[in-house]
């Protein structure tokens, strides 16, 4: 199997200083390796992509399907047919097995996080596990470690919404076209038939390829606007000022699907913890802030033309650096709950 996994620099907290050493003691093949103030790295002969470090941690990515992607494919997915299946491959018939569309298919249930898990249902999409547990504990590419992990991390989900999901042995397999027209009436099976003959004709007679083209001209037209706008403005309002200037604040994957979790269901707000920073901006008395050059989300950042600093407590992630570095003590850290979203 290709190696699927990633690392995020932007997410990891080493650099900044910390021990952090959670990716490294969960991975089952031993393929990460971490030195001192740097960011993770991964031996890509032996690492399984197994996923692991994925659902410990924002700064690892499986490639293939990203921790959002699972929510908008499950909330999708739950629109259309009124139900979810979440296996692992090991689950998998064979190889050639073909799982529906409604399937999400993982290398592990390990490598969705309690975030995921909470924002699933959070939003009360109807999720079946398909999956033995007893395949967990013979796993050759995980090991012993995932079914604890995602059984923790359900746990959690459960926990805090209130929430559950089913169990069956079944993946649900995809169905054939001619399967699928066969359960149409005869209007529908006319209406595709007329779509996928008229897209053809466009095909062949190079419609489709000149509707296409223009909207493609016409987007590099634009961006090709913007970048002549930024060179000829005025150098302390161009887009390319501003970019160097004026740092937008970035949110990590899993705060992200907190924030939604509380979106779609309030009630669960204080039934997570937080633990976030505290500005007290009378003690606040330097001018260079290095706790805003420390935060790796922006929470904390100095506002464009001042040196005011200014905080968003909805971007924080609680890493604690800016606390640890500032030289008046003016920043300590809070435990609050994600009532902070609502």
């Not at 001192?36 to 032996?46: K, L, M």
């Not at 290398?107 to 995921?116: F, G």
């Not at 930024?230 to 949110?251: G, M, N």
């Amino acid at each position: 199997m290709p190696n699927r996994i990633a690392i995020d620099e932007r997410w990891c907290v080493r650099p900044l200083g910390s021990t952090c050493e959670r990716c490294s003691i969960v991975c089952p093949a031993q393929a990460i390796s971490l030195d001192a103030g740097e960011v993770p790295r991964i031996n890509a002969d032996a690492c399984t992509s197994c996923a692991l470090c994925a659902g410990i941690c924002d700064a690892f990515v499986a490639t293939d399907i990203l921790s959002l992607d699972v929510l908008t494919h499950a909330m999708s997915s739950a629109e259309r047919t009124g139900a979810v299946y979440i296996t692992c491959m090991e689950a998998l018939p064979d190889d050639v097995y073909e799982p529906a569309g409604n399937v999400i298919v993982l290398t592990c249930l390990a490598e969705l996080s309690p975030e995921v898990w909470i924002a699933l249902l959070a939003h009360r999409i109807p999720i079946t596990i398909c999956c033995d547990e007893s395949m967990c504990a013979t796993c050759t590419q995980v090991g012993t470690r995932g079914y604890s992990m995602w059984d923790y991390s359900l746990g959690k989900a459960r926990q805090v919404t209130g929430g559950d999901v089913s169990f069956e042995s079944r993946i649900p397999q995809r169905e054939s076209l001619m399967h699928d027209l066969g359960g149409m009436d005869e209007g529908d099976r006319r209406e595709i038939a007329e779509d996928i003959g008229t897209t053809l004709k466009d095909l062949a007679s190079g419609e489709r390829r000149k509707r296409t083209s223009t909207v493609v001209d016409d987007l590099l037209t634009l961006q090709e606007r913007m970048h002549a706008r930024a060179f000829t403005a005025d150098p302390q309002t161009s887009v390319l000022a501003l970019k160097s200037a004026y740092k937008p604040r970035v949110i990590p994957p899993n705060l992200e699907l907190l924030k939604r979790s509380v979106k779609a269901d309030p009630d669960i707000a204080n039934r997570i913890p937080l633990t976030i920073a505290k500005l007290n901006k009378a003690a606040c008395a330097c001018s260079d802030h290095p706790c805003a050059k420390k935060c790796p989300t922006h929470a904390l950042r100095t506002e464009f033309g001042t040196s005011e600093i200014s905080y968003d407590p909805t971007s924080c992630i609680g890493c604690g650096y800016c606390s640890a570095i500032c030289p008046t003590q003016a920043i300590t850290l809070s435990h609050v709950t994600a009532e902070i979203f609502v």
